[in-house]
């Protein structure tokens, strides 16, 4: 719910020029963002469904805690790029960014939802790209931790010095 209310405040009172206003001709607009963190949110929540929750146990022993803190600290931090799968680089898809919004939040809420109603989340793993295999619970702090990456890269366009005032 806090990541998905900052991609919303993030969001919130940005004009079409600042929605489309790009630092660098191959960096992403906030209106890219919105829709790379809409789209993202579907693709991460289907591994969560159709692999994660069809895993395995983890390996005994293995310290939780400190997996769900790394995937917490890992995932939002901007200081190491790394490049969208092609099926999750912005293409227009929801036709515009308050349609990315929209569908964000419906995304969102049945990403809480299924939170909510999933009890055995921790039983099953599988590898990821942090070199670790994280439960179902984990992806689902990775899905939260990317949309706080995106908020950040947001605020980065807000912040540049060549933002557009209105």
Not at 137 to 159: C, N, P
Request: net charge positive; with cysteine.
């Amino acid at each position: 719910e806090k990541t998905r209310a900052a991609v919303v405040a993030t969001a919130k009172g940005v004009s079409a020029a600042q929605l489309n206003y790009k630092t660098a001709p191959e960096r992403w607009s906030i209106a890219e963002c919105l829709e790379h963190i809409a789209s993202a949110e579907d693709f991460l929540m289907d591994l969560v469904k159709n692999q994660a929750m069809k895993g395995g146990p983890r390996a005994a022993g293995e310290d939780v805690a400190a997996i769900d803190a790394f995937v917490l600290q890992a995932i939002p931090d901007r200081s190491q790029k790394v490049q969208a799968r092609e099926p999750l680089k912005p293409s227009n898809r929801f036709g515009n960014p308050g349609d990315s919004l929209k569908h964000f939040n419906e995304s969102r809420a049945k990403t809480v939802a299924f939170l909510k109603s999933t009890p055995d989340l921790r039983d099953h793993a599988i590898d990821s790209p942090l070199g670790k295999k994280l439960d179902a619970y984990e992806w689902v702090l990775f899905i939260g931790a990317h949309s706080e990456r995106h908020t950040k890269q947001m605020q980065e366009v807000k912040d540049a010095p060549g933002f557009p005032k209105k």
